[in-house]
């Protein structure tokens, strides 16, 4: 008698399925004890009896077809370790050490049959390495990393042909680790961090190449919680996570904050800083920590938010103090300088304040787009005649400019702001000024100027001139569409002639010393001057107007002057 077919293959399944099962069973239990009881030994043996494995207990996962290891220890031996210490040798010795550490995705039969060792992920929580050894000095320092690996060489190039491994990370490293990357001690302010090295790939070809050793797509190291005090000693610098890559040749932080480290007031300036997000590529970015002086490919400061406080030995905001706006004291103490090629600043706002205590600016922007060409920050780059912000060109566009003027009466404002080194030109619309109706305007009434503009457009401006002497000179001013409304008030007359006559120039004098320009155009212009006695208004004068001047000057000589009307040569 026949089993129908079905039933047999039914059978058949079940028995091979039980002894697959089995052998699993098998494989899982005799593989772990194996392992637990020989690999210890095979590591003594293939180090030569350098090195000694220990660990508390491995468990094999076919889940994610991988094991852990807990409590691991791979040190030199104590005989080792004593003959270094007694010998006067520059040999060095390395003690490895960790929680646990979890292979998973290991591909068996690659490993079993072909040699081939690729795992699709190590995690090593904790790692901590130490050296043993007398340490080089600093001056013959190269790449410490790369001695580690030779140590390791005969345990790979005579077990596998090749090494895959798709990411490992080590996890909350310790400072001694990541210390082998150079002098890296500014990184021991950070917390949990993390190494990773993503596609990783090594042969009997690379591996004994003391200049390449592996490939792979990215070496980073990630920080969380990086917090570092400056070198003024009054600001510190934070951020929730920074990443360092070698691949990329980047440096990306997020959610950074430089702020005064208190709100005691300082004769010094103080700086609050916001940056979502900011990315520093370099080409020398392996010399991070090794070079004072450093040199940056791009920087990218995406949505910054900025403050700036005048130190409290001056409370006026004048161009000569915007001027001295010093950036070394920051990073003195950790760079003789650092150079960048193209700084870029997306969508940052400012507020500057005139003294420690305010809280309303007297200056503010939005919507920044800066981009500065050859940035270089030094000791001496800021008194550099041929630099204007330490960069040798500049590019720049605002929104929503507001400034409270010299006699604190008048506020400027400007729709948009656009300015370029390379063109020499500078084009302002949406302007207005006009008076700020505070308690202190009211009982004093003075003269004062209301004024709104189309546009404005300054061409062949000397920026650089502008920026070191305060004097402002222009090819030409071109003024479209401007509606001015002059208020004299009688009452201001009974008061003290102040030293300077010309009230346009007392508006201006705290932010430059001097305005020329060959030619100055307004067209569709329109006036009106009006005379009150307090309240009460005495006269108007109302009309249209062009006006064409050449040789204008406005500053400290003509001011005084009273033989040139509009201060210029000629009408």
């Not at 004994?208 to 969380?224: G, Q, S, T, V």
């Not at 001027?323 to 300088?337: C, Q, R, S, V």
């Not at 309240?535 to 040789?551: D, H, N, P, W």
Request: aromatic letters at 12%; hydrophobic letters at 40%; a positive charge.
């Amino acid at each position: 008698m026949h089993l129908p077919r079905p039933k047999t293959y039914k059978i058949v399944a079940i028995i091979l399925l039980s002894l697959i099962l089995l052998a699993f069973g098998w494989l899982y239990f005799k593989a772990e004890t194996y392992l637990n009881e020989n690999l210890s030994g095979y590591i003594s043996k293939k180090s030569k009896g350098a090195y000694v494995l220990t660990y508390d207990n491995l468990s094999i996962s076919f889940v994610n077809w991988g094991f852990e290891i807990d409590h691991v220890a791979f040190h030199p031996t104590d005989s080792i370790v004593k003959s270094i210490s007694d010998s006067i040798t520059q040999k060095q010795l390395y003690s490895f050490t960790s929680p646990k550490i979890r292979f998973n995705h290991l591909r068996l039969l690659k490993l079993l049959f072909r040699q081939q060792l690729e795992i699709g992920e190590i995690l090593i929580s904790q790692p901590g390495l130490k050296i043993h050894g007398k340490q080089t000095n600093a001056a013959d320092k190269k790449d410490n990393i790369l001695s580690v690996m030779p140590e390791l060489r005969q345990l790979v190039t005579t077990s596998f042909k090749y090494i895959k491994i798709h990411k490992i990370e080590l996890v909350n490293a310790s400072f001694d680790f990541y210390n082998l990357i150079d002098d890296t001690h500014k990184l021991s302010n950070g917390e949990n961090i993390t190494i990773g090295i993503l596609n990783f790939y090594t042969d009997s070809l690379l591996l004994p190449n003391p200049e390449r050793l592996f490939n792979a797509d990215d070496i980073y190291l990630k920080m969380f919680n990086y917090q570092n005090k400056l070198g003024d000693s009054l600001h510190i610098l934070s951020a929730k996570t920074v990443t360092y890559s070698l691949k990329k040749s980047q440096i990306e932080a997020e959610n950074i904050e430089l702020k005064p480290i208190s709100q005691v007031i300082s004769e010094q300036s103080k700086f609050q800083i916001l940056i979502p997000k900011t990315i520093i590529k370099s080409s020398h970015i392996h010399e991070f920590y090794k070079n004072k002086l450093f040199p940056i490919d791009s920087v990218v400061l995406t949505g910054a938010k900025i403050k700036y406080w005048h130190g409290e030995k001056n409370t006026k905001t004048t161009l000569n103090e915007i001027a001295d706006f010093d950036l070394y004291p920051l990073i003195k103490n950790e760079f003789t300088g650092v150079s960048i090629t193209n700084f870029k600043l997306v969508n940052a706002q400012l507020l500057l304040y005139r003294n420690q205590t305010d809280t309303a600016s007297q200056q503010g922007l939005k919507n920044i787009h800066l981009n500065l060409e050859d940035f270089l920050l030094d000791s001496i780059s800021s008194q550099d005649t041929s630099r204007i912000f330490y960069s040798k060109n500049i590019g720049f566009s605002a929104s929503d400019y507001e400034l409270t003027l010299g006699d604190n009466i008048h506020r400027f404002k400007a729709g948009q702001l656009n300015l370029s080194t390379k063109r020499k030109v500078v084009f302002i619309q949406k302007i207005q000024l006009f008076p700020l109706l505070t308690k202190a305007s009211k009982v004093n009434l003075t003269n004062t100027i209301n004024v709104k503009c189309d546009s404005v457009r300054l061409d062949c401006f000397d920026f650089k001139k502008a920026w070191h002497f305060q004097r402002f000179y222009f090819q030409s001013i071109n003024a479209f569409n401007p509606e001015v409304q002059v208020t004299q008030n009688e009452i201001s007359k009974e008061q003290k002639e102040t030293e300077n006559s010309s009230f346009i120039y007392t508006l201006i004098s705290n932010y430059l010393n001097g305005i020329y320009s060959r030619q100055v155009s307004i067209r569709k212009g329109k006036f009106k001057l009006l005379n009150k006695t307090g309240v009460l208004q005495k006269g108007l004068i109302e009309t249209s107007f062009k006006l064409f001047l050449s040789g204008f000057a406005l500053d400290e000589n003509s001011a005084k002057s009273s033989d040139k009307l509009f201060f210029a040569n000629q009408i």
